[in-house]
């Protein structure tokens, strides 16, 4: 599906030394204080090489949302640190969070959080509306016509079926290149049919654009298709095993 | 289910506490009109009660009519053998002549005029007996005025002034300004001055002979004798004295013009609650919008309620008593509020130059009534419609996620049904402008609903037009504002009826700023224009108040002036003619022609010849209604009694705007003299050579209530009133602007709220709280200039109404494009200002509880 996409250009700018993608190390995250305090996250540490795909697994509980959170920037660690793209995310005030959120990460959620009053086009193109950067077109169209949603490029997302609204959302984090992808539950609003597609089309991403890919999960079914699985259990990591 | 209600009230605490403060304001602009109404009635009430007192009856000259109050100086006089005659009517306990003038003005040594009127210049007869019972002045301090050389002058102007007995002021009466010793400062009854009154109490011979009344009285104030009362003292007197004279009781006499104090004051309460039921309007708007999106927001919650088991009737009433509790707590609030406000409108009218007398604030029964019906009902009201739609949701809704209330019939029928709204509103207020033969209350009648039914007719259609509007104008931002103003843009977009119904309460608090404006602009136009075409003078010579009578020694004056070529006096009076009142001018036929221009339609233009012996030049509109024309012989009555038979040698149609409000029937100042009784001129019109300004001012020295503008400025002066009034109206409708504030305050808390799972997105993928607060302030700046745009339309159109009904009276229609740019950019700017709390909220979500499951 992503065969047209392996002689895209390497992402302008990016450090080519970094090898690894993003790095947590020794992360913890506790939260309310005292009695009732409550360790979602005990000195994690999981270092994700570019290309990868990795699956976060555990039961509900488990501190793998923590973890994805705390890695994506949209949380700030008790203690340890995060680097993405060898950037550290711990001192971080909320603008530089911001804006490295918009430049190395991108998101899939398990909601699709398309905004409803824009077309399918202007969903994908939101990121760099709101860097003010101007996309690739040439990578837009790639992307989208990839996706099998050249057709719906005008449709609102009303006018789509949850998969194709987890397409459009997916090809929204893409298309800004980012150093990792975060997908947070992305076949938990879908169909078993519709979800494997969208696993499918995860792993070409990584499989043909070498799209550093970071998946939670709690669907073992799910975390097959990745390259390795973490499995977390009472905020610690207790399995760590690559799968093929 | 009144205690569900105030639970989920007290959840939602921002939501409930801005609707709860959009019905503070409205009810508090009602409660205030209505406390100083009612105080202001009650001190109007009092000072009649203690300025009358004592005085059983009063003399006075018999009219064919009854002279305006403001035009005492016009009045005709009785002679001083009356005093005599009164004094010998058996019941009489003591008389004495009086003097009571409206237009005597004090002035501080420096010749600065003191005070707005009405000016009262009293002749008190201190030494006869009997007097102090039969004058409302009370000394605090010195003695009563003297001689010539005295003056008594209200403690409340002595006060303002800094004055103390024993200082210097100057008096203006009849002639150059006399220089005066303040002998004593009085009270008038129960208060400090009246109103914005200035009192100049002086002996009665120092009063005649500054009046130039010679030994002549305007009134003999008498009180009974122990043992008789006013009526029978009446009726002796009335039974003794002359057909010449009329006796009447004080208050009948009036001659404090006290009426007009309380027509005032009727008025100042009338427009007051007509800007609260404004503000009350417009807080309804908001109320339902509220309402509405907060029960399309607890759908969920409802459904839940609906499954558990609740009828579609107890959800309703849920609904209704939460509005319920909210409008009581508002009323409540807003009551109080009105008694601060009103406490505030009353120094601002005091500074204003409007004081009334103080007797205390008047907190009624009434006002508390009459301000829980109406904050309570509009409250009720306004939740009528969105409680009966949400007892539509259905119980499945609780187990699906982001379902809408479905809309309601009436919904889905809005464009027939506003259609059906504004044609009506149209008829109505067509008819209110154009049908003939009603009158001024029946036009009223049929303006209100009018008007009220064009408001909600556009509230209704305006949904259709918020999309295209939204649109419009978020283009231009969405330059500025970047991806946060291209996202808001699409945000107004999204839900047109939210972003109507939040504009339109802002429509109608802007419309009437509009509309006023606009016909302040036309009022301006048109007098000035009118002016242009009348006024051929260099100069026009005038009170320095503006609408006061001038003494024609100050004319006299200004003829001397170097430079000067011709002074042309105008006087006015009223007179009797065809069973109803009408003006008469007195004018100077050599001259007036050369200065101002009548507008000859037909005959002769006033000259010498035109207008000797009976001759008169009459305005078109009185020669139509009475069916005379040139050659016509007709009879006018003076104050006096004369009958004048005049004969029309011209017929003039000026400029229907007519600010000067010229008398329709002009006449020779010689036979004007022979039959009225008014001396002072209205204007003097000067041509003068070049630059005289400098030799006229000089000239009028000695008149410091008198100046002398150029044909320019007097026009700008004529205008002022216009601005003054334009100013208040601003004022209270700014009101209702707020009230409309926190309509959109509260429509964007509500969105933010709504969406705050995108706003988490949006700052996941990369939105910096920047962008996000700018993303809100622009929706509010668009939702703004949508109600800036609707009301623009709704103001004009309402203007072009009223202005053509006026058109033959000379009303121009004319737009202030740079007040409606500033209304805009106004309106832009309360958008900006109503943003702030709700973009800080939306800057402050945090991803993670945004993006958190449920």
């Not at chain 2, 004495?96 to 008190?124: N, S």
């Not at chain 2, 708007?285 to 759908?299: G, P, V």
């Not at chain 2, 630059?691 to 002022?720: K, N, R």
């Amino acid at each position: 599906m992503f065969t047209q996409l392996t002689d895209a250009p390497a992402r302008i700018g990016a450090p080519d030394v970094e090898a690894t993608a993003v790095a947590a190390t020794d992360l913890s995250r506790d939260y309310g204080e005292g009695e009732s305090v409550v360790h979602a996250l005990r000195s994690v540490s999981l270092e994700v090489p570019r290309g990868e795909f990795t699956a976060v697994m555990g039961p509900s509980g488990s501190g793998k949302s923590t973890l994805m959170h705390l890695m994506a920037g949209l949380d700030t660690p008790t203690a340890g640190s995060v680097r993405v793209s060898g950037r550290e995310l711990a001192q971080m005030d909320d603008n530089e969070l911001t804006l490295m959120r918009r430049e190395e990460i991108g998101f899939v959620f398990q909601a699709f959080n398309l905004l409803p009053m824009l077309s399918v086009e202007e969903n994908v193109l939101l990121p760099s509306r709101i860097m003010g950067s101007s996309p690739d077109r040439a990578l837009v169209d790639r992307v989208i016509g990839g996706l099998g949603l050249d057709d719906r490029r005008r449709h609102l997302p009303s006018e789509l079926s949850g998969g194709q609204q987890q397409r459009v959302a997916i090809a929204r984090a893409i298309v800004g290149r980012p150093a990792v992808l975060f997908a947070d539950e992305p076949t938990g609003n879908l169909d078993s049919a519709t979800g494997t597609e969208i696993l499918g089309v995860l792993r070409d991403a990584a499989d043909a654009h070498g799209q550093t890919i970071v998946m939670v999960t709690h669907d073992a079914h799910a975390a097959e298709i990745a390259d390795r699985v973490v499995v977390l259990t009472d905020g610690r990591i207790v399995e760590d095993r690559v799968n093929r | 289910m009144t205690r569900v209600a105030i639970k989920a009230l007290a959840q939602r605490k921002l939501r409930t506490a801005l609707t709860v403060l959009a019905i503070v304001v409205g009810v508090g602009m009602v409660s205030a009109a209505l406390v100083l109404g009612d105080s202001m009635k009650k001190g109007a009430d009092s000072l009649s009660a203690s300025s009358y007192r004592g005085t059983d009856a009063v003399v006075s000259a018999r009219t064919p009519f009854t002279v305006s109050s403001q035009q005492t100086g016009a009045t005709p006089t009785i002679p001083a053998t009356v005093l005599e005659r009164v004094r010998s009517v058996p019941g009489v306990g003591a008389a004495v002549g009086d003097v009571t003038d409206q237009q005597v003005k004090l002035a501080g040594p420096d010749g600065e005029p003191v005070g707005d009127g009405p000016y009262f210049g009293v002749g008190y007869d201190a030494g006869a007996r009997g007097a102090g019972d039969l004058t409302p002045f009370q000394l605090r301090h010195g003695r009563f005025a003297r001689g010539a050389g005295e003056v008594v002058v209200d403690a409340g102007t002595a006060r303002k002034q800094g004055w103390r007995v024993g200082d210097a002021v100057k008096v203006s009466g009849r002639g150059p300004a006399r220089d005066m010793r303040i002998s004593g400062i009085a009270r008038f009854g129960d208060v400090d001055s009246l109103g914005t009154a200035t009192s100049a109490v002086m002996d009665l011979g120092a009063a005649q002979s500054l009046l130039g009344k010679g030994d002549r009285f305007d009134n003999v104030l008498v009180s009974a004798a122990p043992g008789v009362s006013a009526a029978e003292l009446r009726r002796a007197l009335a039974r003794e004295l002359p057909s010449s004279v009329r006796v009447q009781s004080a208050a009948a006499s009036d001659r404090f013009a006290l009426d007009s104090l309380s027509q005032v004051v009727k008025w100042v309460k009338v427009i007051l609650l007509v800007f609260g039921g404004v503000a009350i309007l417009v807080g309804a708007f908001t109320i339902a919008n509220t309402m509405s999106i907060t029960l399309a927001q607890r759908s969920r919650e409802l459904a839940l309620l609906r499954a558990l088991g609740t009828t579609r009737k107890q959800v309703r009433r849920l609904v209704v008593a939460e509005a319920t509790v909210m409008g009581a707590i508002g009323s409540a609030l807003g009551i109080g509020a009105g008694i601060l406000i009103a406490r505030g409108l009353s120094s601002v009218m005091a500074s204003a130059g409007m004081e009334l007398p103080d007797a205390g604030t008047v907190f009624g029964p009434s006002t508390v009534i009459v301000s829980l019906i109406v904050g309570l009902g509009v409250t009720v009201l306004a939740a009528l419609g969105p409680a009966s739609r949400s007892t539509r949701v259905s119980p499945v809704t609780a187990m699906r996620e982001g379902a809408d209330i479905p809309p309601s019939r009436f919904g889905r029928r809005s464009v027939p049904i506003a259609t059906g709204m504004l044609a009506l509103s149209a008829l109505l207020l067509a008819a209110a402008a154009f049908a003939p033969g009603i009158d001024a209350g029946g036009r009223g009648a049929l303006i209100g609903p009018g008007v009220l039914l064009l408001f909600l007719g556009v509230a209704l259609v305006s949904p259709k037009l918020a999309r295209p509007l939204a649109s419009v104008i978020g283009r231009p931002l969405e330059r500025i504002g970047g991806s946060a103003g291209s996202l808001a843009r699409r945000n107004a977009m999204r839900d047109p009826g939210r972003t109507a119904a939040t504009a339109s309460a802002l429509m109608i608090g802007l419309s009437l700023v509009v509309f006023v404006s606009v016909v302040g602009q036309g009022i301006r136009q048109s007098t000035t224009g009118a002016l242009e075409k009348q006024v051929h003078a260099e100069y026009v010579v005038g009170s320095t108040d503006g609408w006061t009578e001038i003494d024609p020694a100050a004319a006299a004056a200004v003829r001397k002036a170097e430079g000067v070529r011709t002074v042309s006096e105008l006087t006015q009076d009223q007179a009797r003619a065809f069973g109803e009142e009408t003006g008469v001018n007195g004018v100077d036929p050599r001259t007036i022609d050369s200065v101002y221009g009548f507008g000859i339609a037909a005959g002769a233009k006033p000259s010498p010849a035109s207008l000797a012996g009976n001759g008169a030049l009459v305005e078109k509109g009185f020669a139509d209604e009475h069916g005379l024309k040139v050659g016509s012989a007709f009879t006018v009555t003076s104050a006096k009694g004369d009958r004048l038979r005049l004969k029309v040698t011209g017929i003039g149609d000026p400029p229907k705007f007519d600010p000067l409000s010229l008398g329709e029937v002009t006449i020779a100042q010689r036979s004007f003299a022979r039959s009225f009784a008014n001396r002072r001129d209205r204007l003097a019109f000067v041509s003068a050579a070049g630059d005289s300004q400098a030799a006229i001012d000089e000239a009028l020295a000695g008149f410091p209530t008198v100046q002398a503008l150029t044909a320019a400025d007097f026009a700008d002066e004529q205008m002022s009133w216009v601005d003054d009034a334009l100013g208040i109206l601003y004022v209270l409708l700014a009101l209702s602007v707020i009230v409309s504030l926190f309509g959109i305050v509260n429509t964007l808390v509500l969105s933010v709220f709504e969406r705050r799972r995108e706003l988490g997105m949006l700052r996941a993928v990369g939105m910096t709280r920047r962008q996000v607060r700018r993303m809100v302030r622009h929706e509010s700046v668009i939702t703004a200039l949508i109600g800036a745009a609707l009301g623009v339309g709704v103001g004009l159109a309402l203007a072009g109404l009223v202005t053509s009904a006026f058109s033959d009276q000379g009303l121009a229609f004319s737009v202030p494009v740079g007040s409606l740019v500033a209304f805009a950019v106004v309106a832009a700017l309360a958008g900006v200002l109503a943003a702030v709390l709700p973009a800080r909220r939306a800057a402050r979500l945090d991803p993670l509880t945004a993006l958190a499951y449920e």
